[in-house]
């Protein structure tokens, strides 16, 4: 900040910052020790169907057991193993975590309908060359059918996106693998190209149900949140909005036709047996 303002005259110390620069630089240091040593873990937060309740699936947020920063969120060291490419080995971790747990959710629930899960994928991730390849194995190894699967993937790492960026997506597509597009509404692209991408799922980003929160709630936003989810319809997409946090904003979103929702009204990002819980609740009414 003092650089940027002072221009190339003062360098004023900013002890916060210095901090925040050498946490940073520990962090990425430590990260494939960590990923050896068993220091990452998974939270299951639980998609619920808005017209009738029920789970329907979860989506795997990861987190960082660090023995001496304690618990760390995804946002503080996902952008550093993006930096280092180790996000690759530990979203394949990830990946290989989640489909299994998918699998034992399954067999204890039998007589539950479909469960799927999802996972979230980095953009590196996509221009790995072994990502169809690996999503593959780890879904035969599991023996998990690839329409149990759901990866997300932000509406800003699709845009602009050429074809060679696409086709390991189609290929999953094809497979029967879901994509999701995450954050949707942040990221200003045309919703025009929608029909370009192998997507059929659109996640509303919290920023739209955070709006749903006043009441009245503001009726352009009312009408944006309308607008998308019958165009996203019309293109046989399913709507699943992200960060509802009161059973108004949930009431709002399924009369606005959302499909699918997930926030800390339903439940926060947990371990994998309060989803089992979830269902139980679920089974007997
Ligand atoms: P995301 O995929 O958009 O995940 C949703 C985030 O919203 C999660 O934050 C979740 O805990 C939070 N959330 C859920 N419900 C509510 C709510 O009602 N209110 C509020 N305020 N927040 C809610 P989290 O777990 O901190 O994850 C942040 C981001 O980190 C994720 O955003 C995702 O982009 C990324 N991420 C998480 N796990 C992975 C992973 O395994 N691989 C990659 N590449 N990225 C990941
Ligand atoms: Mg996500
Ligand atoms: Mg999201
Ligand atoms: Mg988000």
């Known amino acids: 900040r003092a650089k940027s303002a002072g221009g190339n005259r003062f360098e004023l110390a900013d002890p916060e910052a210095d901090a925040r620069a050498i946490t940073r630089h520990g962090l990425t240091t430590a ?7 068993g ?28 023995p001496q920063h304690g618990v760390l969120g995804p946002d503080r060291f996902i952008p550093l193993a993006e930096h280092t490419g180790l996000i ?18 399954r067999e204890r629930n039998a007589d539950a309908g479909p469960f799927r899960i999802n996972v979230n994928l980095s953009p590196c991730q996509l221009t790995h060359p072994g990502l169809v390849q690996d999503t593959v194995e780890i879904l035969e190894r599991a023996g998990v059918q690839p329409d149990a699967l759901c ?7 699709l845009i602009g996106a050429d074809d060679d960026l696409l086709k390991p997506l189609r290929r999953l597509a094809e497979m029967g ?21 192998p997507v059929s799922i659109l996640k509303l980003d ?16 009312l009408k944006i949140v309308e ?37 800390w009204y339903y439940a926060r990002p947990g371990p994998p047996e309060r989803l089992h819980e979830l269902a139980l609740v679920d089974a007997t009414g």
Do not use: K
């Open 206 to 221: 919290r920023s739209f149900t955070q709006s749903m929160q006043r009441f009245p709630a503001d009726p352009v936003d």
């Open 31 to 37: 990260l494939p020790a960590a990923l050896e040593r």
């Open 177 to 197: 693998v879901d994509i999701a597009l995450d954050d949707f509404g942040t990221g200003y692209s045309n919703l025009a190209n929608l029909r370009r991408l």
């Open 151 to 157: 990866l997300e993937v932000t509406e800003s790492a």
């Open 88 to 105: 690759v080995p530990l979203g394949r971790w990830v990946l290989e975590q989640s489909v299994r747990q998918a699998r034992a959710w």
């Open 227 to 263: 607008g998308i989810v019958s165009l996203a319809h019309s293109l046989d997409l399913t709507v699943t909005v992200e960060g509802v946090e009161t059973g108004a904003q949930a009431e709002q979103l399924r009369i606005l036709g959302c499909d699918t929702a997930q926030g």
């Open 39 to 66: 220091e990452f873990f998974i939270e299951y937060q639980p998609l619920v169907h808005l017209g009738d309740g029920s789970v329907r699936g979860a989506e795997a947020l990861v987190r960082w057991l660090h």
